[in-house]
Nanobody, 122 residues
């Protein structure tokens, strides 16, 4: 019943911006912290960003600090990831996830989206 659907991925050039959206259904959205993770070919899934239930606290991986911004709109049951100044090393499948507390670990999240491909060309 729980469904997380990412959108907004695509092919862009170095320095471009992209905004990912993740629409949630089948759960009480405001009860869940939300996270964004990414997985590049041949690599493990890694933490990108997270946001608390009320949106007051956010956290970012060092690799994206200053470039990415996470936000949420609880009225729309949607979490966003604004990605600016994109680099080729940002190329990955991006996943949104929902969990009762959040944190940086994959195991902290109960529900996952299908993933959205982001490709940054040089």
């Amino acid at each position: 019943q729980v469904q997380l659907v990412e959108s907004g991925g695509g092919l862009v050039q170095t320095g471009d911006s992209l905004r990912l959206s993740c629409a949630a259904s089948g759960l009480t959205f405001s009860d869940y912290a939300m996270g964004w993770f990414r997985q590049a070919p041949g690599k493990e899934r890694e933490f990108v960003s997270r946001i608390s239930r009320n949106g007051k606290y956010t956290s970012y991986a060092d690799s994206v600090k200053g470039r990415f911004t996470i936000s949420r709109d609880n009225a729309k049951n949607t979490v966003y990831l604004q990605m600016n100044s994109l680099k080729p090393e940002d190329t990955a499948v991006y996943y949104c996830a929902a969990g009762p507390r959040g944190y940086d670990l994959v195991s902290s999240y109960d529900y996952w989206g299908q993933g959205a491909q982001v490709t940054v060309s040089s």
